[in-house]
């Protein structure tokens, strides 16, 4: 399934013009931007016809071969503006010059993201703009077995999508042979500067053949990666698909910011997922275990919600995302390292449940929706030790929300602005009874004390009446007494401790 990073539908037409009124000028297709017959007729096929400014501005540049420098916001298409030109530069098997190449089955193309999700995305893209031109596609990322990884780089590869960790493992291994790449894809390169992955970039670089194209997409451009650019791009062409006094944020979202207590946090969420119009829902949380927490309070509130965070296996990650795009889960908690590059359809509402910790992360999480020239809605909760970093970020981005309105679950305006229903609860099902079963049931099957058992002396049982220094033996009588009931109130006895460490009673 193609995401939405990528999705350009017919909903992107202008309007038919009545008459008397100038013909509005046609919009380009992915054919008039110069793309094979058969890519183009493959994003047809799922809807996709005409480009994306990123694309209509990336694509024309991209064929020459020349090195570019892409920004755009997240959302924007960035995945087709170099994926359509990839395909088409490469050479596939059924192409005639494909038995001159140096060596066949060598990959051709190689695309570094910073996320094992980002990359799974990125590959399924190529596929299914490659369904008709036949390119082989490879993504590699870690936590996943070798095997088959190793069985497709052998069996011949075109086009290999992967992390930047298990790319160096298997190229440092002799498996994955980066000697004849035509073309090198840097995307979200302001993420993996993020998240520490730049001097494995920067090795992979060296086992590249230096005349290359190389193509690096980002959201912004920080120091570190103008500074990557300038070292490994000849003569780049830098390509903004919007003007530098637009906003970093994606205009069809609304953003919404709320004071929260973090008691009553629980109790606004479950309220915003009963909003109306509300479909798929990504929460935000700063630590692991905050997300996980987030994700079982929904279930037991009868919400249906997954958790996606770094202590999960990848496994169970993907797992849980298929669910998500699946829509057999509405809900799902992240942490931002887990969610980098998750695009997912029909994201309509953000909530970041932690403050982020900056302007970058804050862009990042609520360009989740609104993806695509999609509407979408962002709510964020700053807590009251928050506040200051709030303002910075909302200084940075030039936000009108310096003074976030103090809300609870039982305010009014949060069912005005965010569409809720005066009568929903917190809770779909009711709250479960504490389960005192198991206790009941210890208690059921301990032993019983026996307040009757015989005293004994010496390995003698004895009655209460004999004195402590008695050698009597055991007799039929002695035995039967101890059986028969107390028709007397039974004398305690007192002991003292002598000076010998003896006892003795007293009378």
């Known amino acids: 399934m193609l995401t939405t990073d990528s999705i350009n539908t017919e909903s992107a037409d202008v309007d038919t013009p009545t008459e008397g009124t100038e013909q509005a000028p046609a919009q380009p297709t992915f054919a008039d931007l110069g793309i094979l017959p058969d890519i183009a007729g493959a994003l047809s096929d799922v809807g996709i016809v005409h480009p994306f400014p990123i694309q209509q501005m990336a694509i024309p540049v991209a064929l020459t071969g020349a090195d570019l420098i892409g920004q755009a916001r997240t959302g924007t298409g960035k995945t087709l503006a170099f994926g359509t030109t990839l395909l088409q530069r490469i050479v596939v098997p059924t192409d005639p010059d494909y038995e001159f190449l140096a060596e066949q089955g060598a990959p051709q193309a190689l695309v570094v993201t910073p996320t094992r999700e980002l990359a799974s995305q990125v590959g399924k893209d190529l596929q299914v703009a490659s369904t008709r031109r036949k390119a082989r596609v490879l993504t590699i990322y870690g ?4 095997e088959e990884q190793l069985a497709a780089l052998e ?8 992390t930047p960790g298990r790319l160096l493992d298997l190229a440092d291994r002799g498996k994955l042979n980066l000697a004849h790449i035509k073309v090198l894809v840097l995307d979200e390169a302001d993420e993996m500067l993020d998240l520490g992955f730049l001097p494995d970039v920067e090795r992979i670089l060296a086992k590249t053949p230096e005349l290359r194209q190389t193509m690096l997409f980002s959201a912004t451009m920080p120091t570190a990666i103008v500074s990557l650019a300038r070292r490994h791009l000849r003569h780049p062409l830098n390509i903004r698909a919007e003007s530098a006094g637009e906003e970093s944020t994606v205009p069809t979202t609304a953003q919404f910011v709320y004071q929260a207590h973090d008691l009553d946090k629980p109790e606004v969420v479950a309220r915003i997922l009963q909003a109306e119009s509300r479909d798929r829902v990504m929460i935000f949380c700063r630590t692991k275990r905050s997300a ?3 994700a079982d309070d929904l279930v037991d509130r009868g919400f249906s919600a997954a958790a996606i965070h770094g202590d999960l296996s990848q496994v169970l990650r993907e797992k849980a995302l298929k ?4 829509g057999k889960v509405d809900t799902l908690v992240a942490t931002d390292v887990a969610a980098r590059g998750i695009d997912v359809s029909g994201v309509t509402h953000v909530i970041n449940y932690e403050c982020p910790d900056d302007d970058k992360t804050y862009v990042h999480r609520i360009g989740r929706t609104g993806r695509a020239g999609a509407s979408g809605v962002a709510i964020t909760f700053v807590d009251w030790a928050d506040l200051t970093r709030w303002k910075v970020i909302n200084n940075t981005l030039g936000l009108p929300f310096e ?3 103090e809300t609870y679950s039982t305010s009014e305006h949060l069912f005005h602005d965010l569409g809720i229903d005066h009568g929903v609860k917190g809770r779909l099902v009711p709250a479960k009874e504490p389960d005192h079963g198991v206790e009941r049931k210890r208690e059921r099957s ?3 004390r026996n307040r009757n058992r015989v005293r004994m002396r010496n390995g003698v049982p ?5 004195s402590e220094g008695s050698s009597a033996q055991p007799t039929a009588e002695a035995a039967a007494d101890t059986s028969a009931p107390a028709d007397k109130p039974r004398r ?3 002991r003292r401790r002598s000076g010998a460490g003896d006892t003795s009673s007293q009378d």
């Open 143 to 146: 936590g996943t077995p070798y």
């Open 155 to 162: 069996a011949g590869i075109d086009v290999v999508v992967g």
């Open 292 to 294: 996980q927490r987030v």
């Open 323 to 326: 669910r998500f795009r699946e």
């Open 403 to 405: 003074e976030p309105q």
């Open 446 to 448: 301990r032993p019983k």
């Open 462 to 466: 004895v009655t209460g009446d004999q």
């Open 492 to 494: 305690r006895r007192r």
